[in-house]
C-alpha cells in the first residue's frame, strides 16, 4: 500500500467547517474515478488543506499525481502544493483489531502477551 500527503500551503485562517466539507464533496466526483485509490482524507488546518491518499500500488499513485498534477492543482488553489509519497509496509488497523503486513493479516504482536 502506498500512503500519499498532499499539503497545501495556504495564507489567512483556517477555511470553515462547511467550505471544507462542500468543496471535498464536490471533488469526489472527480476522486472516485482515480484508478488504485482506495480512500481520501480531506485535511484542513490553519496552515491550509490537502489530503492524504491511499492508493494500491506505487504506479497508480505517480500515474495520479504526474507531471501536469502540481500545475493543475495550483491552478485549483492559487498555490503549488508538496507531495510526499511513502511505502505502507505496516498498518495497524485498531477499529479492526488486526495488524498488516504487504496488505496480509498477521498475527496481532499484543495477543501474545
Known amino acids: 500500500m502506498i500512503i500519499a500527503l ?5 495564507d489567512g485562517p ?17 476522486f472516485h474515478k482515480v484508478k488504485g485509490l482506495r480512500r481520501k482524507y480531506y485535511l484542513n488546518s490553519e496552515a491550509g488543506g490537502g489530503g492524504v ?6 504506479e497508480n499513485a505517480e500515474d495520479w499525481f504526474n507531471d501536469g498534477w502540481a500545475d493543475w492543482m495550483e491552478g ?15 498498518v495497524l488497523d485498531n477499529e479492526a483489531g488486526e495488524v ?7 498475527p496481532a504482536p499484543w495477543q501474545g502477551d
Open 6 to 10: 498532499v499539503q497545501i500551503p495556504l
Open 14 to 30: 483556517k477555511r470553515p467547517h462547511q467550505d471544507v466539507i462542500d468543496q471535498s464533496l464536490e471533488s469526489t466526483k472527480i
Open 53 to 58: 491518499y491511499e492508493f494500491d500500488t506505487r
Open 76 to 90: 485549483r488553489f492559487g498555490v503549488r502544493p508538496r507531495l510526499t509519497i511513502f511505502d505502507t509496509p505496516v
Open 100 to 106: 498488516r503486513v504487504d496488505g496480509h493479516p498477521v
